[in-house]
């Protein structure tokens, strides 16, 4: 470690040589020291020796010390500090490889390290402006990771996938166990399958109860049913499509007395008063064929527990409607307060 | 509530009482038109012109 001004003055002998030997030495050791060398000139690199093991080499300027560069004694490594700093033709003008990293003490590529969470970034098309796709690391990290890239491309819809120890690979969906839908069913864990995104965002979603004793399976049917067939189970949870074997049609209650009320009803339009005691049932959709069964009751209150009961007008049978007749237990056509008229079919 | 009323052939009167659950769907004038008998004249009440004394409910004569 040593400094000289490089400046041989006129002097005695020894002197002189004791002066050149300074000089060399100065120019063996890169100008090393803590400060400056005195007499320095404009364009004289330097090492600046302030810390011991890690000195930073410097270029003078004529004014000021560019810091150019910390070499590591410990690591064995050169730390280029100036980020700024660009090589022309590495990205510019180059044809063919414009960077390779290889150790060629050991033969062996090394590593690209972009310290501080910084991010690997790929610039678009100039022309097209000054976006890019940036890839980088989590801002914390319990350990390394290393990811593997799949040494080929896979095929049209496939998706890259780890096998647990950063090795990538590309591989086609599909499930050795049951899908999971994984989540608290209170925040909507559930397959929802959308609208067709022109028409809007709504979905259709399927979900599990909020509360199950027991794991429950459903099988769907293995082909589709028959028009206005219905889902039905085994009791084990295999669906399957079955018809209805009867159902009923239509029902309305009503009180037909006074301006007649209607109660409630199931497929009934609407009442129409014909005559004292006569009501005819108006469907709202027709019923398939007018072989239908028909039931009902005509509540007698002035008979108290004698229940009457209504017959329908056989010439009025039809898809759309029936005509009923109540009666009373004495066998005479009454204004009922509670009538109900039921259609199987 | 209204009600819907027609003179049938034999000059009694039908009076017709929309179900609460069709009104969910359907007009009162649309329930006229299906419940009440092809090419029949019709005219929709309100309820309080229906009178509530049925006694002599088959004599009722419906004025156009």
Known sequence: MAQNDLVIANQSFPSFRSDLNSALQAIQTTHSGTSLPTGALAGQIWLDTTNATSPTLKFYDGTDSISLATINYTANTVDWLDSSVTITGLSTTATGTVLTLTDTAHTTSVNMILGNNTALRFNELTANGSNYIGLKAPASLSADLTFTLPSTDGTSGQFLKTDGSGNLSFASLSFATPLAVVGDNVAGASIRLPEDTDNGSNYVAIKAPDNLASNLTLTLPSADGTSGQVLQTNGSGVLSFAGVSSETKVWVNFDGTGTVAIRQSKNVSSITDIATGRYRVNFTTSISDSSYALSGTAGDATYGTNAGYITPDHNSISTTSIEVACWNYLGQVFDSPLVSVIVHR | ?64
């Open chain 2, 1 to 64: 509530m209204k009600r819907i009323i027609y003179k049938n052939l034999d000059n009694s009167v039908s009076i017709i009482i929309p179900t609460d659950e069709a009104l969910q769907s359907m007009t009162i004038e649309q329930i006229a038109l299906k419940d009440v008998p092809a090419n029949t004249p019709y005219k929709i009440v309100d309820v309080s012109e229906i009178p509530s004394d049925r006694t002599f409910r088959n004599a009722w004569e419906y004025v156009e």
